[in-house]
Protein backbone atom coordinates (compact mmCIF):
# COMPACT_ATOMS: atom_id res chain seq x y z
CA UNK A 1 0.00 0.00 0.00
CA UNK A 2 1.58 3.23 -1.24
CA UNK A 3 1.91 6.38 1.81
CA UNK A 4 -0.34 9.12 0.98
CA UNK A 5 1.75 11.98 -0.45
CA UNK A 6 2.27 14.86 2.53
CA UNK A 7 1.59 12.22 5.01
CA UNK A 8 3.54 12.78 7.79
CA UNK A 9 5.09 9.89 9.24
CA UNK A 10 3.67 8.35 12.39
CA UNK A 11 5.64 8.82 15.68
CA UNK A 12 6.36 5.83 17.39
CA UNK A 13 4.64 5.39 20.66
CA UNK A 14 7.32 4.58 23.32
CA UNK A 15 5.99 2.41 26.86
CA UNK A 16 6.07 4.95 29.49
CA UNK A 17 6.29 4.21 33.39
CA UNK A 18 3.86 1.67 34.47
CA UNK A 19 3.44 0.34 30.95
CA UNK A 20 4.86 -2.61 29.26
CA UNK A 21 5.29 -4.04 25.80
CA UNK A 22 3.48 -7.90 25.39
CA UNK A 23 3.30 -10.31 22.16
CA UNK A 24 -0.57 -11.49 21.77
CA UNK A 25 -0.81 -15.29 22.02
CA UNK A 26 -4.42 -15.83 22.26
CA UNK A 27 -7.57 -14.40 21.38
CA UNK A 28 -10.02 -15.52 24.01
CA UNK A 29 -13.20 -13.99 23.08
CA UNK A 30 -15.36 -11.33 24.72
CA UNK A 31 -12.67 -8.47 23.61
CA UNK A 32 -10.08 -10.55 26.05
CA UNK A 33 -6.70 -11.83 24.91
CA UNK A 34 -3.59 -13.74 26.34
CA UNK A 35 -0.11 -11.88 26.05
CA UNK A 36 3.29 -12.73 27.03
CA UNK A 37 5.01 -9.60 28.40
CA UNK A 38 8.62 -8.32 28.00
CA UNK A 39 9.46 -9.02 31.39
CA UNK A 40 8.56 -12.84 31.40
CA UNK A 41 4.98 -12.99 32.98
CA UNK A 42 1.81 -14.15 30.86
CA UNK A 43 -0.97 -11.80 31.13
CA UNK A 44 -4.97 -11.40 30.70
CA UNK A 45 -5.54 -8.38 28.31
CA UNK A 46 -8.93 -6.69 28.18
CA UNK A 47 -9.41 -4.59 24.49
CA UNK A 48 -10.89 -1.54 25.49
CA UNK A 49 -14.05 -0.53 23.40
CA UNK A 50 -12.55 2.42 21.78
CA UNK A 51 -10.40 -0.46 19.68
CA UNK A 52 -13.08 -3.22 19.18
CA UNK A 53 -14.25 -2.39 15.46
CA UNK A 54 -11.26 -0.04 14.49
CA UNK A 55 -8.08 -2.23 15.66
CA UNK A 56 -7.62 -6.00 14.84
CA UNK A 57 -5.67 -7.94 16.75
CA UNK A 58 -4.14 -11.17 16.18
CA UNK A 59 -2.05 -13.83 17.74
CA UNK A 60 1.74 -12.66 17.32
CA UNK A 61 1.15 -8.98 17.57
CA UNK A 62 2.62 -6.27 19.53
CA UNK A 63 0.74 -4.46 21.68
CA UNK A 64 1.33 -1.60 24.51
CA UNK A 65 -0.55 -2.48 27.49
CA UNK A 66 -0.58 -1.44 30.95
CA UNK A 67 -1.28 -3.58 33.76
CA UNK A 68 -3.90 -3.41 36.08
CA UNK A 69 -2.93 -1.84 39.79
CA UNK A 70 -5.58 -4.15 41.57
CA UNK A 71 -5.30 -7.30 39.62
CA UNK A 72 -1.43 -8.01 38.42
CA UNK A 73 -2.47 -10.51 36.08
CA UNK A 74 -4.81 -7.99 33.82
CA UNK A 75 -3.92 -5.14 31.60
CA UNK A 76 -5.35 -2.96 29.35
CA UNK A 77 -4.59 -2.86 25.50
CA UNK A 78 -3.51 1.07 25.05
CA UNK A 79 -1.83 0.43 21.57
CA UNK A 80 -0.96 -2.35 18.45
CA UNK A 81 2.08 -1.58 16.71
CA UNK A 82 2.38 -2.23 12.97
CA UNK A 83 4.77 -4.45 11.18
CA UNK A 84 7.47 -1.49 10.77
CA UNK A 85 6.98 0.02 14.22
CA UNK A 86 7.36 -3.81 15.60
CA UNK A 87 11.08 -3.87 14.04
CA UNK A 88 12.13 -0.45 15.47
CA UNK A 89 10.78 -1.83 19.35
CA UNK A 90 13.07 -5.42 19.11
CA UNK A 91 16.02 -2.97 17.65
CA UNK A 92 15.07 -0.74 20.64
CA UNK A 93 15.14 -3.46 22.95
CA UNK A 94 11.75 -3.33 24.46
CA UNK A 95 11.09 -6.66 24.15
CA UNK A 96 13.52 -9.71 23.28
CA UNK A 97 13.03 -11.80 19.69
CA UNK A 98 12.87 -14.69 22.09
CA UNK A 99 9.69 -13.61 23.49
CA UNK A 100 8.59 -13.20 20.05
CA UNK A 101 9.59 -16.74 18.96
CA UNK A 102 7.54 -18.27 21.71
CA UNK A 103 4.65 -17.15 19.74
CA UNK A 104 5.62 -18.54 16.56
CA UNK A 105 5.98 -15.39 14.12
Known amino acids: MPKKTGEAPKELLLPAEGQIVCVVTEIIGADWIKMICADGSEKMGRIPGKFRRKVWIAPGDLVLAAPWDYQKNKADVLYRYEKDE ?15 DLVGK
Not at 86 to 100: A, D, V
Open 86 to 100: KKKIIEMGYISKEIL
